[in-house]
């Protein structure tokens, strides 16, 4: 048996929950399966030709598959979304905008005592540190 508490599921979850809404909110969704698709893509063109001409069908973006095409518009649908939340969130600022407008406060002029303080400046030297024990004795022999 190992001495190692064994730690809660919970934070384990969580911290995967996050991650992954990170990675589906950077659209990191769409690399994998564009991923995927150049995988099938290049196993299947490797087996009907060499595998330099694989890699240049593969990648020349002339001869997509179907998930290349699924992937090209699903990417392109959610650039799309953040114009329509950005509208929105144009207009949730301009409300907040008007909630938040700052009046001046009633007395609008200030008065400050100006300083004339003198620096008094020093003539003595400061004092010298005591002598390090053990260091001035050997000095002295």
Do not use: Y
Not at 4 to 10: E, H, Q, W
């Amino acid at each position: 048996m190992s001495s190692r508490p064994k730690a809660s599921l919970l934070p384990r979850m969580a911290r995967l929950v996050i991650v992954g809404t990170i990675c589906l909110s950077l659209g990191l969704h769409w690399a994998l399966l564009q991923g995927v698709a150049w995988a099938g893509m290049l196993v299947s063109f490797a087996s009907e030709g060499t595998v330099m001409e694989a890699v240049q069908k593969t990648f020349d973006g002339q001869h997509g598959c179907a998930l290349c095409k699924k992937v090209k518009e699903g990417s392109s649908s959610d650039r799309k979304q953040p114009q329509q939340v950005g509208q929105s969130m144009q207009k949730i600022n301009a409300v907040l905008v008007e909630m938040t407008t700052l009046t001046a406060p009633a007395g609008n002029t200030f008065s400050f005592v100006p300083l004339h303080e003198t620096l008094v400046q020093r003539t003595e030297l400061p004092e010298t540190p005591p002598p390090r024990r053990g260091s001035s004795l050997r000095s002295l022999s």
